[in-house]
Each structure stands twice: as structure tokens, then as C-alpha cells.
């Protein structure tokens, strides 16, 4: 390294990633530094694509080089992501190259934790990750339906070959069920196809693997914690809910299961009528915020009630695709998608951020 790379690594050593509380060299972001007469070059390499201060962190980079190393009239820097896996250099046997596996749960049903789970693997896809989304919800898998997605997935070389859908890779248990019908497994069965969720689908490389989990605290999440390491939960609440505690009963399964918890997501927070353009806060409001204060995890965004959503959702073009007339509207989940990004870099920054799988 010649002196002028080190005088620009010095300027580099002032920009800070907001998130992971460090500066961007001491974080091994800074690589391919190369200075060429009084020209300069470097790629910052975040931890995910989906990182919200990406342009920030690049300007910030160039605004230090050129006022710490005047001798340089050009600063290129080319921004890239890599996302770190939960398991650093391991891998797990069942699905070796999925990155980072994370459960989104809900204290009970209907407050709307498919629709997020949809809507946050679009906007992470979109934001440049590879991202897969597994309906683990047995009891009323609505994700084939929410991503417009049907059919039944082909068996190659033994294995189960995912939906694909909007650049997503999807398994649901819908795709296994025939429509309209109940299902009534024990848990050696539920615990049997979570596995093969995990270890016989052809996922192959993902950053994230969503898991549409069911509602509650049953055998689904149990077996899901035992057979992988996660990388972390994602609560979806709606406000009241937190304020009846519902939501605290899935955060306290998790931590017992010894699942860190990524954040929680506050759904159908604030209705703004559409003719009077007031807000109206039917289930309440601030519910999630206070109650992550409270338990200490960190509070991922709210989603506003909006009946845009819901259509969206029924038509199988979740309202956070491109070119959906009401996509402005999703820039709420575009943020949320953002924060949990930024929430499972720092979890994977963490030096104990070994996560620990635990048998019965
Ligand atoms: P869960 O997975 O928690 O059972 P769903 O995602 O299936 O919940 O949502 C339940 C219903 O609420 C669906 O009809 C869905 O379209 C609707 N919904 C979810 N979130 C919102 C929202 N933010 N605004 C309006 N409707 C919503």
C-alpha cells in the first residue's frame, strides 16, 4: 500500500456506519482501495444491499478523502453488499446456502403477519438480496395466495423445487394442502415437515429465508428453533394487541427458545381516512414502540391500516411491487424491510452472535 492509500484509508476511518456504531474501515467495509496518479478508488462493501444509509455512507466517504487528501482531484467509490451468514464460516448441513434464516411470528392470528412477511421479502428482493419466503403457517398458509402464486412444486434429484415468484423462491405448505381443507397433524408430523422445508427444497443460495410461521406458541416454532439456528424473530403486532400483551407471550417463547429477537413491526397503526384525510388510531397507537422499549428489542416501523394493502394482498400483487397504483403508499415497508436489514447486520457484527441450537 503506497502513501496515498494509507492517507486515504486514514480519511476512511472517519466515516461511521450508523448501525453498526464503527467506522467503515476498523469494519473491513473499505476493499480494492487502488490510487492511480491523483485519482482514487475503492469499493465500500456493506453487509447488506438493503442498507438505508447507503448513499449517505458513500458521500461521507468522498467529503473526508477529498478534505484529508487534497493531492487527489478524483474519489470513484463503487458501493456493493455481501450479507454475512448467521453461521460465519459454518454452514448447516440442511440448507448450507441459505444465509440467514428468520422466523416471522404474532402472538395470535389475523394481525396481518403474512402481509408483512410478503410485502418485506419484495421490498428486500427488490433492494438487491436474494430472498426466499417458506409458509410455514399450517394452519392457514396465505402466502401462495398473497403472492399470487399456485400450483404444485416439482420433485428434481429428490428434491423440492420452491415456487418462484416476483424473484422470489417459495415453499407453503397451501402448495401440499388440498384447498379448503383442515389440517389436523400431530406434532411429530409438523416437526417432520419443517424439516423437509428446510433440508429437501432446493432453496440454494438466499440471503434471507422469511418463515411465515403460524400464530402463537405451538409446535411449529418449536421445531422450527430445534432443527436450525435462526438468525432472529420478527414480531408482527397490531397496537392493541401489544397493549393486551399478546405480542410479549411470542417474544418470551423465542427468548426461552434461545432466538434472539430482530424487532418488532407494528400493523394496522393508524387508518388516514380517505375522505377527510384524518387519522384515526382504531386499535391505538405507540403500542409497539413502548412495549420495545419495555422488553428492549428493537422497534422495526409501523404499517399504516389501509385498505390499498389489503386489496393488494387479495389480488396476489402485494402493494409493494413496482408499478402497483398504490405503491406509494408502500414506502412504510420499503423502511421496515430497511431496519430489519440493518438489525440482523448488527446481530451478525456482534461477537457473541454465535447462535445456539438447543435439543429436547
Ligand atoms: P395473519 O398472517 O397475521 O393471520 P394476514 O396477513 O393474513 O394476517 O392478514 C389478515 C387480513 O388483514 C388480510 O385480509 C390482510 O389483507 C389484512 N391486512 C393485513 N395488514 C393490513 C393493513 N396494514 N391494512 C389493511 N389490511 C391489512
Redesign the pocket.
Known amino acids: 500500500m503506497n502513501g496515498l492509500e494509507q492517507e486515504v484509508l486514514k480519511a476512511l476511518a472517519n466515516v461511521k456506519d450508523p448501525d453498526l456504531g464503527r467506522d467503515i474501515v476498523s469494519l473491513g467495509f473499505v476493499k480494492n482501495l487502488n490510487v492511480n496518479g491523483d485519482a482514487a478508488r475503492f469499493t465500500i462493501e456493506l453487509t447488506t444491499p438493503a442498507c438505508p444509509v447507503k448513499d449517505k455512507l458513500k458521500e461521507e466517504a468522498q467529503t473526508w478523502v477529498r478534505r484529508m487528501v487534497p493531492a487527489l482531484k478524483r474519489v470513484d467509490v463503487d458501493m456493493t453488499a455481501q450479507v454475512r451468514p448467521t453461521l460465519g464460516e459454518k454452514k448447516s448441513q440442511m440448507c448450507p446456502e441459505v444465509k440467514n434464516i428468520i422466523p416471522i411470528a404474532?402472538g395470535k392470528?389475523?394481525?396481518?403477519?403474512?402481509?408483512?412477511t410478503a410485502n418485506l421479502a419484495i421490498a428486500l428482493s427488490r433492494m438487491g438480496a436474494s430472498v426466499g419466503v417458506m409458509d410455514a403457517?399450517v394452519y392457514?398458509p396465505?402466502i401462495p395466495m398473497?403472492l399470487g402464486c399456485s400450483g404444485a412444486p416439482r420433485v428434481v434429484d429428490n428434491k423440492i423445487q420452491p415456487m418462484e415468484q416476483y424473484g422470489l423462491k417459495i415453499i407453503s405448505f397451501g402448495f401440499f394442502i388440498p384447498a379448503g381443507d383442515a389440517v389436523i397433524w400431530r406434532g411429530p408430523m409438523l416437526h417432520k415437515t419443517v424439516q423437509q422445508f428446510l433440508g429437501d427444497v432446493a432453496w440454494g443460495p438466499l440471503d434471507y429465508l422469511l418463515v411465515?410461521l403460524p400464530?402463537g406458541t405451538g409446535d411449529v416454532q418449536l421445531s422450527l428453533c430445534q432443527t436450525i439456528p435462526l438468525t432472529g424473530a420478527v414480531v408482527?403486532s397490531t397496537p392493541q394487541d401489544v397493549a393486551l400483551n399478546v405480542a410479549q407471550k411470542a417474544i418470551y417463547m423465542f427468548r426461552k427458545l434461545n432466538c434472539p429477537i430482530l424487532g418488532i413491526v407494528e400493523?394496522?397503526s393508524g387508518f388516514v381516512c380517505d375522505g377527510c384525510g384524518k387519522r384515526h388510531d382504531i386499535f391505538g397507537s405507540g403500542g409497539a414502540r413502548r412495549a420495545c422499549d419495555r422488553l428492549a428489542v428493537p422497534f422495526l416501523g409501523e404499517?399504516?391500516?389501509?385498505?390499498e394493502?389489503?386489496t393488494a394482498?387479495?389480488q396476489g400483487q402485494p402493494v409493494v411491487l413496482e408499478g402497483h397504483p398504490a405503491s406509494e403508499k408502500s414506502n412504510v415497508f420499503r423502511s421496515v424491510a430497511q431496519n430489519l436489514a440493518a438489525q440482523v447486520s448488527i446481530r451478525l457484527m456482534q461477537a457473541d452472535a454465535v447462535p445456539v441450537k438447543i435439543s429436547f
Do not use: A, E, F, Y
Open positions: 404474532s392470528g389475523g394481525v396481518g403477519k403474512s402481509t408483512v403457517d392457514g396465505s398473497i411465515d400464530p408482527v400493523n394496522m404499517i399504516p391500516l389501509d385498505t394493502i389489503r394482498s387479495d
